[in-house]
Every structure is written in C-alpha cells, then in structure tokens.
C-alpha cells in the first residue's frame, strides 16, 4: 500500500469485540471509522482509546440493517474523502435474539438475519468497489461458533452466521486476483455485554482452556488477517473458541 493514510471501518465498534478491534488495528496505524448503533458514550470511549493507542478516527453511526441508511453514511464519507478509501472493512455488528424455534417470535427471526447476513451485503457492498481498484482490501467478518455447529435456541442467529459464511466463501473467490482477502472469526465464548446474561461458571466446563475469551484475544486475530502477512490466507473461516471443536 502507498504510504497515505490508511482507513478501516469497524461495524458495532461502540462496545466488546468492535471496541477491542478498533483499538488493535489504530495501534496498527489505521485511521478507524468507529460505526455504532445508538451508544454514542460507548462510542466516544472507543475514540478516545483509538486516540491513546496513537491514532485517530471518527464516529460514524447508522443501523447496518438499514441499506440506505448505510449507503448514506459511506457514499457521504467517501465524498468527503475523496482521494482515500477503506482498504479494511470489519463486519463486526450483531445482535442475539435467542428462542427455541417453536416459541421464535417473526420479528427475532428477521431481526437477527437483518444485522448480521443483511449488515454484511449492506456494508460491504458500497465499499467493495475501492479496494478493487486500489488492489488491496481486507474484509473480515464476525461470525460465530453457531454459523460453524448450530446452537440450539439459536437457529436465527446460527443461520444469520452460516449465511455470512458462505457469503465469505464466495466473495473471496470473486475478489481473490484484486489482492483483496474475505475472511470469517468465528468466536466461541466471549466475555462482553453480549454474553453477559450467560452462565459463565456452567458453561466454562465446556470449554477445554477452562474460560471465556476476551474481545483483545480475538482482535489480535482481526488484526493478523488485516495485515498484510496474512495475504495468502482467504476464504477462510478461523474460529478462537478456547479448544471447542468445530
Ligand atoms: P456487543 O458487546 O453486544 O456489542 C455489539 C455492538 O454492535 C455494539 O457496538 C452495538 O452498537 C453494535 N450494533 C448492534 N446492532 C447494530 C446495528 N444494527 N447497526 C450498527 N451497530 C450495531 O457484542 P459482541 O459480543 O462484541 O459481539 C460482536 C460480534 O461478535 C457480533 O457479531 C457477535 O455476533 C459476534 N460474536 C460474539 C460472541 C461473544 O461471545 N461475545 C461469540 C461469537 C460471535 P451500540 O453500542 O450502539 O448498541
């Protein structure tokens, strides 16, 4: 890459892995666009620790499951900078909505679909077109254990997962000869909010290293794929699940 500025975008990067994300690849050199739903607070200590890890960014909020809402947010940005581009691209946004399927209301079905599998094609579609042009782009999207195995109580959010998967597989053979690599983490046990109504204490039996990971351990791993020794390495789904096989 020349030597300019470099950007990344970082979906649901207010809180837990999107936070810890956004720090890592700032210490990287990125200039992070810190995307959230609603938590402003949360998002502005996000920026404030981008700043303490020697770089810089701004706040750029819109709902990934709205398309136009998102297209507005990125066509404004990239106006705005228009000799720049987001060369990484991290779908990290998502929400949990879990029920055995049989009491699942419509509304948790789709909800979970829109955010996760809509948020990716919303998101990254706008974006794509630049690190074609530039030959280079990373995107790395977040998965989960669940998209790998299937969850009971999770059959929205292990479809929404799965979905993004396969997306990942075939996107990267589209852009694979641009130089631009489509990668999936899928996360086992995370200690963030998303977690934080979770029996920890149970369901850490369960897991061969014996606890929760944290949202640093699998930024490291987001930040490795950013990288540009990771440029062999797409079409891959790499789960950071403390030894659960997958
Ligand atoms: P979290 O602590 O609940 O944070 C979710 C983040 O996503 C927040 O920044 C939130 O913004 C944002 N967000 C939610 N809906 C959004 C939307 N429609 N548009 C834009 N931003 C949105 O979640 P997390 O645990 O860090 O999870 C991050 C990702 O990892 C998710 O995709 C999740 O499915 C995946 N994952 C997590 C675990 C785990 O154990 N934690 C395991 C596997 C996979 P606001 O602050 O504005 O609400």
């Given amino acids: 890459m020349a030597a300019t500025t470099k950007y990344a975008l970082v979906t649901g990067a207010s809180r837990g892995i999107g936070r810890a994300v956004a720090v890592k690849l700032a210490e990287a050199g990125y200039q992070i666009l810190i995307n959230f739903a609603s938590n402003v607070a949360a998002a502005e200590e996000t920026l404030a620790q981008v700043r303490t890890a020697g770089s810089d960014g701004e706040l750029i909020p819109f709902d990934v499951a709205d398309g136009a809402a998102a297209k507005r947010a990125l066509t404004a940005w990239q106006e705005a900078h228009p000799e720049a581009y987001v060369a990484v691209l991290v779908n990290n946004a998502g929400i949990r909505r879990d029920n055995l399927m049989m009491w699942l209301p419509e509304e948790d079905w789709h909800s979970v679909l829109r955010t996760s599998l ?54 990267a053979l589209e852009v694979a000869k641009k130089r631009v690599t489509v990668n999936a983490v899928a996360p086992g046990f995370i200690r963030t909010d998303m977690t934080g109504d979770l029996d920890e204490a149970t369901l850490k039996k369960q897991i061969p290293v014996g606890r929760f990971g944290e949202a640093e351990e699998v930024a490291a791993l987001v930040a490795f794929l950013a990288s540009d020794a990771a440029a062999y390495i797409t079409g891959e789904v790499i789960s950071i699940n403390g030894g659960i096989y997958t």
């Fill in 118 to 171: 809509d948020g990716f094609y919303n998101v990254t579609q706008p974006l794509l077109k630049e690190m074609l042009v530039a030959k280079w782009g990373r995107v790395i999207n977040i998965v989960s254990l669940s998209g790998i195995k299937g969850m009971p109580g999770q059959t929205n959010y292990s479809a929404a997962k799965g979905g993004v998967i396969a997306a990942t597989k075939a996107l």
